[in-house]
C-alpha cells in the first residue's frame, strides 16, 4: 500500500509540470526511503537512464583516428588566433569539462557574458549552449573558434589555411578522413573535435544503482534521490544527462536575480529568438558532475551549491527546503560526479 501511494504521488508531481502545486500534501504522506527501497529504485529508472559507453551519431561516425585527431585539435591553441587558448582552457579535461570561473576569458582576454558548461556528457543533450543555438555538438565546435570574443579566429578559411601548413595535421586528417578527396577543411575539423567529445562521457555510482547495485550509493544520497523525485525536480532534471532536454525559464516563482544578485539580467533565449515566450528561458543544465563544475547557474552567480539547491526549490518549485532535504539532495548530486575517461583524465 505505501508502494501505492508513492507511486500516486509521482503521478500527481509528474502532472503538474512544475508550474502548480501538487494536490498533495507531501510532508503529510512522507515516508522514509528506505520503506520504499524496491520502489525507489524502480521509480528511479522510470526517470533517468544509465549513461552509454560512447555518443554515437548516424552523421559522425566514429574512429579511433578521427577521435585523435578531435583530441589534439581540442587541446591546440593555434586554433585561437593569437593562440592565448584552446578549447581545453575553457572546458578542461582534467577539471571535469570547465574551467571553474564565472565567465571565461578569451583570446584577446576579454570574457564572455555566460558560464562555460561542461563538455562533459555534452553529447547527450538536445541542444548546446544555454540558448539551444546549436543543434549538437558537430554545430558547436565551430562556433566558439570564430566568435570574436573567444577564440577569435577571422574565419574558416584563415584557420585551415593555418592548419595547411603543419605537416602533422595533413597526416592526421588524412587517416581521420581516408575517403576525402581534401580531408583538411573546416566541416572536418567540427567532426573531428566532436567526435572527441562524443568519448567523454563519465559513468557514476547513481549509474550502478541504476543498474541494480544498491550499495552504490550511501544512505543519504538515496534520501536525496527519493527528496529530489517526491519534490517533482524531476519535471527538468530527468533522463541519461538529468536534464539538457529541454527549456525551462528561470524564475517561474519570482525573479531569478533577486536571489541570485545576477548583473546584468539575462534574458536567455529572447536574445537569440526575440520571442517574449521566451524570456528568461534557458536550456536546463545536466546535474552529472554538479559538485565539481561550479560556480553555477547560466552567469556563474553562485558558488554554493546548497545555496542552488534552495533557489531553485524556492523559484522552480515555490517550497522553502529545510536545512535536511538541501544536504541530502547535495548528498545525491554528489552520487553522480562519474569517472574521467582513463585516456584523457590527466
Known amino acids: 500500500m ?23 500534501n507531501l510532508e503529510e504522506t512522507a515516508t522514509p526511503y528506505s520503506e520504499h527501497e524496491e520502489g525507489l529504485l524502480g521509480i ?3 526517470f533517468f537512464s544509465p549513461l552509454p559507453e560512447v555518443a554515437t551519431s548516424k552523421n559522425n561516425v566514429l574512429s579511433a ?19 592565448n587558448i584552446s ?37 547527450l543533450h538536445t ?30 578559411a584563415f584557420l585551415v589555411e593555418r592548419l595547411k601548413g603543419i605537416d602533422e595535421y595533413l597526416e592526421m586528417f588524412t587517416n581521420a578522413f581516408p575517403d576525402a578527396t581534401d580531408p583538411l577543411t573546416y566541416d572536418n575539423l567540427k567532426l573531428a573535435i566532436a567526435a572527441f567529445e562524443r568519448t567523454l562521457l563519465t559513468p557514476s555510482p547513481f549509474d550502478a544503482y541504476l543498474a541494480g547495485n544498491e550499495d552504490a550509493m550511501s544512505n543519504e544520497a538515496k534520501e536525496g534521490l527519493y527528496q529530489f523525485i517526491k519534490l517533482g525536480c524531476t519535471t527538468c532534471h530527468s533522463g541519461v544527462v538529468l536534464g539538457g532536454n529541454m527549456f525551462q525559464k528561470f524564475g517561474l516563482y519570482g525573479d531569478y536575480w533577486e536571489l541570485t544578485g545576477s548583473d546584468p539580467i539575462d534574458e536567455g533565449r529572447f536574445k537569440v529568438s526575440g520571442n517574449e ?3 528568461y528561458m534557458f536550456k536546463v543544465p545536466s546535474l552529472r558532475n554538479i559538485a565539481k563544475t561550479g560556480p553555477y547557474l547560466h552567469d556563474g552567480s553562485m558558488d554554493d551549491l546548497n545555496e542552488v539547491i534552495r533557489i531553485m526549490g524556492k523559484l522552480q518549485l515555490n517550497k522553502t527546503l529545510d536545512e535536511n532535504q538541501v544536504n541530502n539532495i547535495r548528498s545525491f548530486l554528489e552520487s553522480l560526479t562519474g569517472e574521467l575517461p582513463t585516456k584523457v583524465a590527466l
Open 87 to 123: 578549447c581545453n582552457s575553457c572546458h578542461a579535461i582534467s577539471g571535469f569539462g570547465v574551467d571553474n570561473l564565472a565567465t571565461s576569458p578569451g583570446d584577446e582576454g576579454m570574457n564572455g557574458d555566460r558560464n562555460s558548461p561542461t563538455v562533459f556528457n555534452a553529447a
Open 127 to 156: 541542444s548546446q549552449f544555454w540558448d539551444g543555438r546549436a543543434e549538437d555538438v558537430e554545430e558547436q565546435a565551430g562556433m566558439p573558434i570564430l566568435n570574436p570574443v573567444e577564440m577569435n579566429i577571422p574565419n574558416e
Open 65 to 83: 583516428e578521427k577521435i585523435l585527431l578531435g583530441e589534439t585539435l581540442y587541446m591546440d591553441t593555434r586554433l585561437s588566433k593569437d593562440g
Open 277 to 279: 515566450a521566451e524570456k
Open 2 to 24: 505505501r508502494y501505492l501511494n508513492f507511486l500516486a504521488i509521482l503521478i500527481v508531481l509528474s502532472a503538474c509540470g512544475g508550474n502548480s502545486e501538487p494536490s498533495v
Open 44 to 46: 528511479a529508472n522510470r
